[in-house]
């Protein structure tokens, strides 16, 4: 097995764990309008999960730029410095007294999120799938490609 098809494997279960957490932060949200639950509780549930979101989404960012993918490093570069600004400034949780007043904007926000996250997912298993199939007949002769039509 290669070493990029490992890698790919990485960055599917990695990109799994964010599509999960967003999904669930937007599951709570909604619930929360919905009147479903109280404050607290959607916002501790929220709370306890968006530093690991955070510190997730900061690996999958420098792993694509230590494997030297530079178009996936170059497009989470954004999502990884916007979710740095909001640590820094500390806005990155979600209070209890003012969860109704930032409602919509914490929904736009993970929606967004959620859509890169799905984004992100295609091109990893396109990638995946690239990677395994040159794993499968990757070998030490040359590739005919006649001979790869005639095994079907």
């Known amino acids: 097995m290669s070493w990029d098809l490992i890698l790919w494997i990485i960055f599917f279960f990695i990109n799994i764990a964010l599509l999960a957490s967003t999904f669930y932060q937007i599951l709570c949200l909604s619930d ?4 479903y639950m109280n404050p607290y509780e959607s916002a501790s549930r929220i709370n306890s999960i968006v530093v690991p979101d955070f510190i997730l989404q900061g690996v999958l960012c420098i792993l694509f730029l230590l494997t030297w993918h ?3 490093f170059l497009i989470s ?3 990884t ?3 740095a600004m909001l640590f820094m400034k500390q806005q990155h949780l979600i209070y209890v007294t003012e969860v109704f007043r930032t409602l919509s904007a914490e929904k736009k926000y993970r929606v967004a999120k959620l859509a890169f996250y ?3 997912f295609i091109i990893v ?3 995946i ?3 395994g199939s040159l794993a499968l007949y990757q070998s030490e002769e040359e590739l005919d490609i006649r001979s790869y039509f005639l095994e079907f």
Do not use: M, T
């Open 32 to 35: 929360l309008e919905a009147d």
């Open 70 to 72: 530079w178009f996936l």
């Open 77 to 79: 570069v954004p999502i």
């Open 81 to 83: 410095g916007y979710n």
């Open 118 to 120: 799905l984004f992100l």
């Open 125 to 127: 298993i396109v990638r």
């Open 129 to 131: 799938l690239a990677a």
